[in-house]
Antibody, heavy 115, light 107 residues
Framework: QVQLKESGPGLVQPSQTLSLTCTVSGFSLTSYNVHWVRQPPGKGLEWMGRMRYNGDTSYNSALKSRLSISRDTSKNQVFLKMNSLQTDDTGTYYC?????????WGQGVMVTVSS | DIQMTQSPSFLSASVGDRVTINCKASQNINKYLNWYQQKLGEAPKRLIYNTNNLQTGIPSRFSGSGSGTDYTLTISSLQPEDFATYFCLQHNSFPWTFGGGTKLELK
């Protein structure tokens, strides 16, 4: 069945770079887009960007200068890198498959930005 | 960006109640509106896609309606497992934007 699982460090220091991995199964990254979405504690969800099935990327303009999304299709993985982290980047980060917009989601990974 | 205003933020109800949750978009989103259920520590689950299409495996007590800027999720008869947080997503245009969420609690 379709599964997505996020992984990465739970704690990142301010000004450092966040690196997350979304490992997928049950579908091909060359057939579906995968998006990243985040949620600060107690706040709403924010769309961050996407990796298209053909390898193209799109980013939220608010994050574009700090964000990079890439993939390794042989490993069924999509990567998120975001630099210059600040405390307001703390939150839960999700990856989601775009099968008609966000049909399946991972459980999310909590990231805390703190020294 | 399209703003999504979801109401209410909190809803207290009893098993068997009929409840509605609303999302209002800041502009026409052409029915590209999905609804999700989220329980603590779990992945969000899509309930409804494109306004009124029930996701496979989701009980028929869930339904969606709307057009233009106004959309509604209805749960016809609340079951114990329905107490959770619900949110909407517009995917008419990028960036996708989400409603602020509705926490449905047991009265």
């Amino acid at each position: 069945q379709v599964q997505l699982k996020e992984s990465g460090p739970g704690l990142v220091q301010p000004s450092q770079t966040l690196s997350l991995t979304c490992t997928v199964s049950g579908f091909s990254l060359t057939s579906y887009n995968v998006h990243w979405v985040r949620q600060p504690p107690g706040k709403g969800l924010e769309w961050m960007g996407r990796m298209r099935y053909n390898g193209d990327t799109s980013y939220n303009s608010a994050l574009k200068s700090r964000l990079s999304i890439s993939r390794d299709t042989s490993k069924n993985q999509v990567f998120l890198k975001m630099n210059s982290l600040q405390t307001d980047d703390t939150g839960t980060y999700y990856c989601t498959r775009d099968g008609g917009a966000a049909d399946y989601w991972g459980q999310g990974v909590m990231v805390t930005v703190s020294s | 960006d399209i703003q999504m205003t979801q109401s209410p933020s909190f809803l207290s109800a009893s098993v068997g109640d009929r409840v509605t949750i609303n999302c209002k978009a800041s502009q026409n989103i052409n029915k590209y509106l999905n609804w999700y259920q989220q329980k603590l520590g779990e992945a969000p689950k899509r309930l409804i896609y494109n306004t009124n299409n029930l996701q496979t495996g989701i009980p028929s007590r869930f339904s969606g309606s709307g057009s233009g800027t106004d959309y509604t999720l209805t749960i016809s008869s609340l079951q114990p497992e329905d107490f959770a947080t619900y949110f909407c997503l517009q995917h008419n245009s990028f960036p996708w934007t989400f409603g602020g969420g509705t926490k449905l609690e047991l009265k």
